[in-house]
């Protein structure tokens, strides 16, 4: 259990949030030339990273709004919080 | 075998009052080279280890551990055993196991404590009806015992359970497979230990690999704490830590981990004598030997490798148990944990060569692994001894996330994510 910043309404709990997987997936731009291969990374490779990771969250019981979050998926720590289409602000 | 239990040592260790029997394995330093070597010592690494040995000659081998073998989801997992899934692949790949279940604690010479008490899975919506007869009748034409239960039989089945009309999701039917049940998670792991290491198999503990190092497209040997060991097969097994193996290897997996919690409460007298799953709700209940309800919850939605899942979660099941057995509501709960679980997009492992020559990766096994602990040792040391998969477990190949051809499990894997 932890607590969300949620860059729209503050700090709320964990269960009031969605976790919407791997950030900075980008959606091809020409899905009609993609191999197989590439669907395939596309679709389902993950990183699944122990440590620093971006990734997408929804504040699914509040302002159902997007937002992105870095976090230290070896203890649940949050660094950081971002809007979509923002920067990472940590590397 | 040369200390085979058996009435006649447990006899003879008695007069010494029990404080002289024989290591079960020993602790060697690893060798410069092996054969092969298994990372990750939970039954799947052990079970694999065991039968390269046993069914394959492959005897100078190790098995490499970061913590001690059997500490892992192998020691957290709620012990459910069955067979019932829906598709032909995962019918036979399951079923293999659940027969070497059968006779598992004689090939063994070791009391795994498998016990076929009947595993049922409640419907409690007409979808969850549907989906349910449909299960039992693909399961049928497998071969794999099933049958649908009414409200009725359900109730006589499992008489503690809640079947009134009014409760929130009523109980409307199950499926019941008698040739399922349980065994002792942590009995499986030192069963199949105690029998590699008597083929002469290397049992490395406290052990982490740090590196896989590849010469062009082979893999030519491993840095571990205990130093570099040389080798040209590799297996992983590593259930949550094997995109973080992957990684070390260059490669990518289609996987997410998880975590899963379970609970068990105060020990009771003799209440509940099978398993009884819900899908829908997110509630399974079983008794161990020692009376202690098992409780299996759901997994978090995000990516830990905590151990830790949240406590949400743990309410919804408990709620969820509540409802259907109202004779819980005043058991206290001893002990909550988590593990790492790692799940791939179609709810189906991954038994499969890479594209590197000589490693191979056991893993996805998601929410369910342990029921198929023996089976997935006995098909992933096919795999690697002849360099290519049994039939059996063709069809759990990597390349099906590129060809399409998905194994979706998801109705049959119980827990849902």
Redesign the interface.
């Known amino acids: ?2 607590v969300i910043n949620c860059p729209f309404c503050g700090e709320r709990e ?2 009031e949030f ?2 919407g ?2 950030a900075h997936i980008v959606r091809p731009k020409q899905p009609t030339e993609l191999s ?2 590439e ?3 596309y ?8 440590g620093i ?1 971006f ?1 997408r969250w929804n504040h699914a019981h509040g302002c159902r709004k997007w937002f992105n979050m870095v ?1 230290d ?4 720590e949050i660094k950081a919080v971002y809007k979509m289409g923002e920067k990472p602000p940590i590397k | 075998m040369k200390n085979k239990y058996s009435i006649f040592s447990l006899i003879k260790n008695a007069f010494s009052y029990h404080e002289n029997w024989g290591k079960a394995w020993k602790d060697p330093a690893p060798k410069k080279e092996y054969d092969a070597v298994i990372i990750g010592g939970g039954g799947h690494g052990l079970a694999t280890a065991y039968y390269l040995a046993k069914k394959h000659n492959m005897k100078n081998i190790a098995v490499v551990e970061k913590g001690w073998i059997g500490g892992g989801n192998t020691g957290r997992n709620t012990t459910i055993i069955r067979s019932n899934y829906l598709w032909d692949a995962s019918a036979g790949l399951y079923d293999h196991a659940l027969k070497i279940w059968e006779g598992l604690s004689q090939e063994l010479n070791y009391n795994v404590m498998f016990s076929q008490r009947g595993v049922m899975n409640l419907a409690h919506n007409l979808q969850d009806v549907r989906d349910l007869k449909r299960r039992t009748h693909a399961n049928r034409l497998n071969g794999i015992d099933a049958v649908y239960l009414n409200t009725q039989e359900v109730k006589k089945f499992c008489p503690i359970i809640n079947t009134s009309p009014d409760i929130r999701y009523p109980v409307l039917g199950g499926t019941l497979q008698r040739r399922a049940g349980t065994a002792r998670h942590d009995a499986v792991a030192w069963g199949y230990a105690r029998g590699a290491d008597e083929m002469g198999v290397d049992i490395i503990q406290n052990c982490e690999v740090k590196a896989i190092k590849r010469n062009g497209n082979n893999v030519e040997g491993i840095e571990t704490t205990k130093g570099y060991i040389k080798t040209n097969k590799i297996g992983v097994v590593a259930a949550g ?1 094997s ?2 193996l992957a ?1 070390m290897a260059g490669l ?6 998880k975590p899963l919690q379970a609970l068990v409460s105060e020990p009771v007298k003799p209440i509940i004598d099978t398993v009884v799953m819900s899908n829908a709700v997110h509630a399974y209940v079983s008794q161990s030997d020692k009376g202690e309800l098992v409780i299996g919850a759901g997994t ?7 151990q ?1 899942g ?3 979660i743990v309410e919804g099941t408990l709620n969820a148990i509540l409802e259907l057995y109202p004779i819980f509501s005043r058991m206290r709960m001893l002990r909550q944990w988590g593990g790492i679980v ?1 799940i791939c ?1 179609d709810a189906s492992p991954i038994i499969s060569k890479t594209s590197v020559e000589g490693l191979y990766f056991n893993c996805g096994w998601g929410t369910g692994g342990f029921k198929a602990t023996p089976g997935s040792g006995d098909l992933f040391a096919h795999t690697i001894a002849n360099d290519e998969p049994h039939k059996l477990n063709a069809a759990f190949n990597i390349n099906r ?4 051809d998905l194994v979706d499990e998801h109705g049959a894997a119980a827990v849902a994510h």
């Open positions: 259990m932890f964990h269960s969605k976790a997987g791997e197989d291969d669907w395939a990374e679709l389902f490779m993950r990183k699944n990273i122990k990771q990734e976090r998926t070896s203890n649940d | 830590h995109s973080v990684n990518k997996l289609p996987l997410e981990s978090d939605d995000y990516v830990s490798y905590s830790k949240s406590h949400d790692d997009p996330f590129v060809s399409g």
